[in-house]
């Protein structure tokens, strides 16, 4: 099993910056795909960003592009999102999750994909 602890929302006015962490413990950090979704009241979760087992590859949702990054790191069995230029749109409960379900990166845009998620960490963008 692998445990993870999501942290870092809060509340920012728009234009904005936020670094959310994921702390990962159990099984072997390195051998899971990484990512970040999130889900606002009343919508679906959506997928974020990802990041391959060995960091080498992300991907982001297009809605994300060019303000949001990924990365990981292992000795720390840690995994970051930074927040650039928030918008309204991005308040949501954000989530760490992990996954080995697929060999393609762009397989894990897909919540069935992962397998463990973090207990959510709330960020809150005002106008």
């Known amino acids: 099993q692998v445990q993870l602890v999501d942290s870092g929302g809060g509340l920012v006015q728009t234009g904005g910056s936020l670094r959310l962490s994921c702390a990962a413990s159990?099984?072997?950090?390195?051998?899971?795909?990484m990512g970040w979704f999130r889900q606002a009241p009343g919508k679906e979760r959506e997928f974020v960003a990802a990041v391959s087992w060995s960091g080498s590859s992300t991907v982001y949702a297009d809605s994300v592009k060019g303000r949001f990054t990924i990365s990981r790191d292992n000795a720390k069995n840690t995994i970051y999102l930074q927040m650039n230029s928030l918008k309204p749109e991005d308040t949501a409960v954000y989530y760490c999750?992990?996954?080995?379900?697929?060999?393609?990166?762009?397989?894990?845009?897909?919540?069935?994909?992962?397998?463990?998620w973090g207990q959510g960490t709330q960020v809150t963008v005002s106008s």
């Open positions: 159990g099984r072997t950090f390195r051998s899971y795909v």
């Open positions: 999750t992990a996954g080995t379900r697929g060999v393609r990166l762009s397989q894990y845009t897909d919540y069935h994909m992962f397998d463990y």
